[in-house]
């Protein structure tokens, strides 16, 4: 069996010997295939250093694999395998493991002596205790108490795991605050109806998220900024992402907050604000950015604000001649320049639906919004496909598998080159949704999901208005 040692110093990924590893910055959720058998990629997901993204080392094996994680403290990773695909675990690792692991029916089953800390998440998973899906039509209150219920059920669980399997109390202490900021994180999902019913966010205090060492829990992470995005537009009663609500959110996080949490939360909500960049903003953005990059100690944040500065300094709303001229090929193989694609239809409204085959979200949108997406469509607004994915015939094959959901036309893949219309949108995270006018100008660089229909509706009818 055939064992890899790698480190995480910095941030940085250093690799030795048999696997292929490689740094990504694009996440999202994948799609489970059947019939999958071997395992050829495991994705090692390290939340606390989300901004560089997750390592990803391949090979193929018809048994298990083996690796060890060098680092100083104990932390928590989420892991899959890619291929075959499977569900993503949370795993606890202390200093010097050797996590071995197979893949059976789409779970990572780990072997070993520590095997007990990496085998409960899964476990829990296969339980079937699971949070609910929450729906327009449900009341907030009885949603937040069916979440409360399953919450305390995988308390429970966790408590019968850790007498069953003998583990360490550190184990135990870990897990029940990851489990507790993954429900935080659930009863924050339905967005506009907290907004809209403020009170719902009275039990939940910003003190929950003053800890230190959390910040490897991706759940942690999201209901986090979840809670000061709420809070601050519950609290200022500002329009969402407008220079008023961007001013009261970072002064809430810079008295609410403190040490590396209180730079993470800066750092997102500059990124975030830049995502959805208006150009009105601009200028105060840039501002921001140099006023907070001074508070900010994390070399990794200072970085990255410095980068996002300079594209606000130099981001042009109207798409450059390297863009335009960059290439992208259709189904037919045939290939066309954006500004090619842009130009099919000059007098419509565009969104760019930036998506990939293997993206469980992305297809998951495309499926839920057929209905909305033929409103749009007649209604002067042009729907354009962007596809990512590295494989052609992957790409090919998911279209075809969604024929009934009318997304045949406008269907792109981005063609690999040093600099394309991905790239220069910073797209990070798919689905991304980007909106152009009758000129072919960004007037949105990070629009909602179409699935917010109504949202949608207002933005269109506000761009046709002027």
């Not at 002064?251 to 604000?273: C, Q, R, S």
């Not at 790239?423 to 949105?444: G, S, T, W």
């Amino acid at each position: 069996m055939k064992i890899i040692y790698f480190s995480f110093i910095v941030s940085l990924f250093i690799l030795q010997s048999l696997f292929s590893i490689e740094t990504k910055d694009l996440t999202a959720d994948f799609i489970l295939e059947k019939n999958d058998t071997l395992t050829k990629s495991i994705v090692l997901d390290d939340a606390e250093n989300e901004f560089i993204g997750f390592s990803r080392f391949s090979r193929e094996a018809k048994k298990e694999l083996s690796f060890k994680v060098n680092i100083k403290n104990s932390k928590i990773f989420r892991i899959y395998s890619t291929s075959p695909q499977t569900i993503p675990l949370t795993i606890y690792v202390t200093p010097g493991d050797e996590i071995t692991f197979k893949t059976v029916n789409n779970f990572l089953i780990f072997k070993g002596k520590n095997a007990k800390y990496y085998n409960f998440y899964g476990q829990l998973l296969q339980a079937g205790i699971k949070y609910p899906i929450y729906l327009p039509e449900m009341k907030l209150t009885k949603f937040k108490k069916d979440c409360f219920n399953i919450y305390n059920k995988k308390i429970l669980f966790l408590e019968k795991y850790c007498k069953n399997n003998i583990v360490s109390d550190a184990f135990f202490s870990r897990f029940k605050k990851v489990l507790f900021f993954e429900y935080l994180n659930w009863i924050l999902i339905p967005k506009k109806q907290i907004i809209e019913n403020p009170t719902y966010l009275s039990d939940i205090k910003i003190d929950f998220f003053i800890h230190k060492n959390l910040q490897d829990d991706i759940c942690y992470n999201l209901a986090l900024m979840k809670y000061v995005s709420y809070i601050s537009i519950v609290k200022s009663n500002k329009v969402e992402y407008s220079k008023e609500l961007l001013m009261f959110q970072l002064n809430f996080i810079e008295k609410k907050l403190d040490g590396n949490v209180k730079e993470y939360a800066i750092t997102k909500t500059l990124i975030d604000f830049f995502n959805n960049l208006n150009p009105a903003l601009t200028e105060t953005l840039i501002d921001s950015i140099t006023k907070y990059s001074k508070m900010i100690k994390n070399e990794t944040y200072i970085s990255l604000l410095k980068k996002v500065s300079e594209n606000l300094k130099t981001f042009k709303f109207k798409l450059p001649v390297e863009i335009l001229n960059s290439t992208v090929i259709d189904t037919n193989s045939n290939v066309h320049t954006i500004d090619e694609v842009l130009n099919l239809e000059k007098n419509a409204i565009k969104v760019i639906d930036f998506w990939a085959s293997w993206c469980a979200p992305c297809v998951s949108d495309l499926k839920e919004t057929n209905q909305f997406r033929n409103y749009l469509i007649n209604n002067n607004v042009t729907i354009i496909y962007m596809s990512i994915d590295e494989n052609k015939s992957d790409w090919i094959k998911r279209i075809s598998q969604l024929e009934n959901y009318n997304i045949q036309k406008n269907q792109y893949l981005i063609n690999k080159t040093k600099f394309s219309i991905a790239d220069y949108l910073n797209v990070k995270q798919i689905p991304r949704y980007v909106i152009l006018n009758k000129e072919n100008e960004v007037v949105m660089v990070n629009a909602p999901s179409l699935k917010d229909s109504l949202n949608y509706k207002k933005i269109i009818t506000d761009f046709k208005s002027k």
